[in-house]
Protein backbone atom coordinates (compact mmCIF):
# COMPACT_ATOMS: atom_id res chain seq x y z
CA UNK A 1 0.00 0.00 0.00
CA UNK A 2 1.32 3.29 -1.07
CA UNK A 3 1.98 5.87 1.76
CA UNK A 4 1.97 9.61 1.97
CA UNK A 5 4.52 12.16 2.91
CA UNK A 6 4.36 12.76 6.87
CA UNK A 7 5.15 16.66 5.98
CA UNK A 8 3.74 17.97 2.42
CA UNK A 9 1.03 14.83 2.29
CA UNK A 10 2.63 13.99 -1.64
CA UNK A 11 3.17 10.40 -2.24
CA UNK A 12 6.19 8.78 -0.54
CA UNK A 13 5.78 5.01 -2.15
CA UNK A 14 6.64 3.03 0.88
CA UNK A 15 8.78 5.92 2.62
CA UNK A 16 7.45 8.06 5.61
CA UNK A 17 9.20 11.01 3.15
CA UNK A 18 8.96 11.99 -0.35
CA UNK A 19 12.11 12.64 -2.28
CA UNK A 20 11.93 15.98 -1.19
CA UNK A 21 11.31 16.02 1.93
CA UNK A 22 14.16 13.49 1.84
CA UNK A 23 16.22 16.23 0.86
CA UNK A 24 15.17 18.87 3.47
CA UNK A 25 15.87 15.94 6.21
CA UNK A 26 19.43 15.45 4.79
CA UNK A 27 19.69 19.54 4.88
CA UNK A 28 18.96 19.37 8.80
CA UNK A 29 15.25 20.69 8.14
CA UNK A 30 13.40 17.89 9.05
CA UNK A 31 13.97 15.78 12.51
CA UNK A 32 12.28 12.66 13.27
CA UNK A 33 10.92 12.55 16.90
CA UNK A 34 12.86 10.79 19.40
CA UNK A 35 9.56 10.23 21.49
CA UNK A 36 6.85 9.31 18.56
CA UNK A 37 8.65 8.62 15.71
CA UNK A 38 7.07 11.16 13.71
CA UNK A 39 8.64 13.78 11.37
CA UNK A 40 8.53 17.74 11.93
CA UNK A 41 10.40 20.23 10.40
CA UNK A 42 12.85 21.45 13.02
CA UNK A 43 10.94 24.72 13.68
CA UNK A 44 7.81 23.54 14.11
CA UNK A 45 6.92 21.14 17.79
CA UNK A 46 6.16 17.69 17.29
CA UNK A 47 2.21 17.08 17.97
CA UNK A 48 3.47 14.94 20.89
CA UNK A 49 5.64 17.37 22.36
CA UNK A 50 4.34 17.86 25.84
CA UNK A 51 4.07 21.78 25.33
CA UNK A 52 1.68 21.57 22.38
CA UNK A 53 -0.37 18.96 24.48
CA UNK A 54 -0.30 21.13 27.98
CA UNK A 55 -1.46 24.13 25.16
CA UNK A 56 -4.04 21.99 23.65
CA UNK A 57 -5.52 21.06 27.30
CA UNK A 58 -5.26 24.64 28.53
CA UNK A 59 -7.44 25.58 25.42
CA UNK A 60 -9.96 22.80 26.57
CA UNK A 61 -9.86 23.68 30.28
CA UNK A 62 -10.60 27.29 28.66
CA UNK A 63 -13.87 26.39 27.09
CA UNK A 64 -14.79 24.12 29.73
CA UNK A 65 -14.78 27.05 32.29
CA UNK A 66 -16.17 29.32 30.25
CA UNK A 67 -19.41 26.92 29.34
CA UNK A 68 -19.10 26.30 33.20
CA UNK A 69 -19.79 29.83 33.73
CA UNK A 70 -22.16 30.80 31.76
CA UNK A 71 -24.53 28.30 32.90
CA UNK A 72 -23.78 29.22 36.74
CA UNK A 73 -24.71 32.73 35.79
CA UNK A 74 -28.20 31.50 36.02
CA UNK A 75 -28.64 30.65 39.49
CA UNK A 76 -32.56 31.85 39.98
CA UNK A 77 -35.24 30.10 37.82
CA UNK A 78 -36.64 32.94 35.50
CA UNK A 79 -40.16 32.19 36.08
CA UNK A 80 -40.40 32.02 40.20
CA UNK A 81 -36.80 33.11 41.43
CA UNK A 82 -36.41 30.08 43.24
CA UNK A 83 -32.90 28.54 43.44
CA UNK A 84 -32.25 26.71 40.25
CA UNK A 85 -28.47 25.10 40.63
CA UNK A 86 -27.38 26.94 36.95
CA UNK A 87 -30.69 26.12 34.95
CA UNK A 88 -33.40 28.39 33.51
CA UNK A 89 -35.96 27.00 35.71
CA UNK A 90 -36.26 24.98 39.12
CA UNK A 91 -37.75 21.44 39.00
CA UNK A 92 -41.01 22.75 39.73
CA UNK A 93 -41.42 25.02 36.87
CA UNK A 94 -39.58 22.83 34.40
CA UNK A 95 -42.35 20.15 35.62
CA UNK A 96 -45.14 22.87 35.46
CA UNK A 97 -44.28 24.34 32.16
CA UNK A 98 -42.51 22.38 29.87
CA UNK A 99 -44.75 21.92 27.69
CA UNK A 100 -46.50 24.99 27.43
CA UNK A 101 -45.04 28.05 24.76
CA UNK A 102 -43.17 30.41 26.75
CA UNK A 103 -42.35 33.69 25.24
CA UNK A 104 -38.50 34.49 26.83
CA UNK A 105 -36.45 37.49 25.83
CA UNK A 106 -32.76 37.37 25.73
CA UNK A 107 -29.90 40.42 25.55
CA UNK A 108 -26.72 40.47 25.01
CA UNK A 109 -26.58 36.57 24.17
CA UNK A 110 -26.24 35.44 27.81
CA UNK A 111 -29.35 38.00 29.63
CA UNK A 112 -32.35 36.17 29.98
CA UNK A 113 -36.00 37.17 31.32
CA UNK A 114 -39.59 35.21 31.38
CA UNK A 115 -41.74 37.20 29.11
CA UNK A 116 -45.00 35.39 29.49
CA UNK A 117 -46.60 32.15 29.08
CA UNK A 118 -48.93 32.14 25.85
CA UNK A 119 -50.96 28.83 26.01
CA UNK A 120 -52.56 28.50 29.35
CA UNK A 121 -55.06 30.90 30.19
CA UNK A 122 -54.88 30.36 34.59
CA UNK A 123 -51.46 29.28 35.09
CA UNK A 124 -50.32 31.85 33.12
CA UNK A 125 -50.93 34.21 35.87
CA UNK A 126 -47.16 35.12 37.15
CA UNK A 127 -46.79 38.61 38.34
CA UNK A 128 -48.77 40.46 41.30
CA UNK A 129 -49.91 43.90 40.63
CA UNK A 130 -50.20 46.86 43.28
CA UNK A 131 -53.82 46.15 43.82
CA UNK A 132 -53.87 42.65 43.86
CA UNK A 133 -54.15 41.43 40.38
CA UNK A 134 -52.80 38.79 38.98
CA UNK A 135 -51.36 38.80 35.08
CA UNK A 136 -48.91 37.80 32.76
CA UNK A 137 -46.18 39.99 31.94
CA UNK A 138 -44.25 42.66 33.24
CA UNK A 139 -45.70 44.83 31.43
CA UNK A 140 -49.00 44.31 31.60
CA UNK A 141 -48.30 44.96 35.18
CA UNK A 142 -46.98 48.15 34.65
CA UNK A 143 -50.46 49.07 32.75
CA UNK A 144 -52.36 48.05 35.90
CA UNK A 145 -50.27 49.49 38.58
CA UNK A 146 -50.67 53.20 36.53
CA UNK A 147 -54.73 52.27 35.91
CA UNK A 148 -54.70 51.61 40.06
CA UNK A 149 -52.44 54.78 40.94
CA UNK A 150 -54.62 56.94 39.14
CA UNK A 151 -57.90 55.77 40.23
CA UNK A 152 -59.26 53.85 37.17
CA UNK A 153 -61.51 51.28 37.87
CA UNK A 154 -60.17 48.09 35.88
CA UNK A 155 -60.84 44.54 35.23
CA UNK A 156 -58.18 42.15 33.80
CA UNK A 157 -59.31 40.10 31.09
CA UNK A 158 -63.21 40.50 31.64
CA UNK A 159 -64.06 37.71 28.96
CA UNK A 160 -65.59 38.79 25.69
CA UNK A 161 -68.47 36.29 24.36
CA UNK A 162 -67.95 35.17 20.41
CA UNK A 163 -70.64 32.78 20.85
CA UNK A 164 -73.07 30.68 23.43
CA UNK A 165 -69.82 28.20 24.08
CA UNK A 166 -67.61 30.08 27.09
CA UNK A 167 -64.54 28.01 25.85
CA UNK A 168 -64.77 30.70 22.34
CA UNK A 169 -64.43 33.89 24.59
CA UNK A 170 -61.93 36.21 24.34
CA UNK A 171 -59.91 38.43 27.07
CA UNK A 172 -58.79 41.17 26.55
CA UNK A 173 -56.26 42.34 28.95
CA UNK A 174 -58.08 45.07 30.32
CA UNK A 175 -61.25 46.48 30.62
CA UNK A 176 -62.29 50.36 31.78
CA UNK A 177 -65.82 50.10 32.88
CA UNK A 178 -67.00 53.45 33.62
CA UNK A 179 -64.97 54.76 30.10
CA UNK A 180 -66.14 51.12 28.67
CA UNK A 181 -62.82 50.76 26.94
CA UNK A 182 -60.91 48.19 26.45
CA UNK A 183 -56.54 47.87 27.12
CA UNK A 184 -54.61 45.86 24.62
CA UNK A 185 -51.14 45.47 24.75
CA UNK A 186 -49.42 43.47 21.76
CA UNK A 187 -46.04 42.88 23.64
CA UNK A 188 -44.65 40.08 21.56
CA UNK A 189 -45.48 40.89 18.23
CA UNK A 190 -43.08 39.19 16.13
CA UNK A 191 -43.56 36.24 17.83
CA UNK A 192 -45.74 33.81 15.25
CA UNK A 193 -48.29 32.61 17.43
CA UNK A 194 -48.68 35.73 18.89
CA UNK A 195 -49.70 37.73 15.87
CA UNK A 196 -52.20 35.20 15.05
CA UNK A 197 -53.40 35.85 18.39
CA UNK A 198 -53.56 39.69 17.86
CA UNK A 199 -55.22 39.43 14.45
CA UNK A 200 -57.85 37.38 15.38
CA UNK A 201 -58.71 39.79 18.29
CA UNK A 202 -58.81 42.40 16.51
CA UNK A 203 -61.35 41.14 14.01
CA UNK A 204 -63.38 40.30 16.61
CA UNK A 205 -63.23 43.82 18.53
CA UNK A 206 -64.18 45.61 14.62
CA UNK A 207 -67.43 43.28 14.19
CA UNK A 208 -68.15 43.75 17.76
CA UNK A 209 -67.48 47.76 17.38
CA UNK A 210 -65.56 47.39 20.66
CA UNK A 211 -63.88 50.49 21.65
CA UNK A 212 -59.97 49.39 22.04
CA UNK A 213 -56.81 51.39 23.31
CA UNK A 214 -53.96 49.50 22.32
CA UNK A 215 -50.13 49.73 23.58
CA UNK A 216 -47.01 48.38 22.42
CA UNK A 217 -43.67 47.92 24.51
CA UNK A 218 -42.42 51.11 23.02
CA UNK A 219 -45.05 53.19 24.53
CA UNK A 220 -44.25 51.84 27.89
CA UNK A 221 -40.93 53.63 27.80
CA UNK A 222 -43.04 56.61 28.57
CA UNK A 223 -46.52 55.34 30.27
CA UNK A 224 -47.44 58.41 31.59
CA UNK A 225 -47.93 59.78 28.70
CA UNK A 226 -49.02 57.37 26.37
CA UNK A 227 -51.72 56.27 28.55
CA UNK A 228 -53.36 59.81 29.26
CA UNK A 229 -53.09 60.77 25.67
CA UNK A 230 -54.30 57.38 24.02
CA UNK A 231 -57.18 57.54 27.24
CA UNK A 232 -58.16 61.01 25.99
CA UNK A 233 -58.06 61.28 22.57
CA UNK A 234 -59.68 57.61 20.53
CA UNK A 235 -62.05 56.39 18.32
CA UNK A 236 -65.30 55.02 19.71
CA UNK A 237 -66.33 51.62 18.53
CA UNK A 238 -62.79 51.64 16.76
CA UNK A 239 -59.37 49.64 17.69
CA UNK A 240 -57.28 52.51 18.22
CA UNK A 241 -53.45 51.40 17.25
Not at 117 to 125: F, T, W
Not at 162 to 185: C, G, M, T, W
Request: aromatic residues 10%; negative net charge; glycine residues 4%.
Amino acid sequence: MKKTCEICGNPSGMYPLCKDCFKLRDEGKILKCEECGSWHRINEPCKCNPKTKNADVAKEKQKNLEKENFVNETTECIICGKESNGYLFCKECYSKYSDKTILIKITNCRETEFCQILDNHEEGLIYKCEDGHKVRSKSEMLIDNWLFTHGIAHAYEKAVPIDADPNHDIHPDFYLSKEDIYIEHWGYENAKDYKKQKEYKIDIYNKQEKTVITTTETDLSDINSTLERKLKFYNKGRVNE
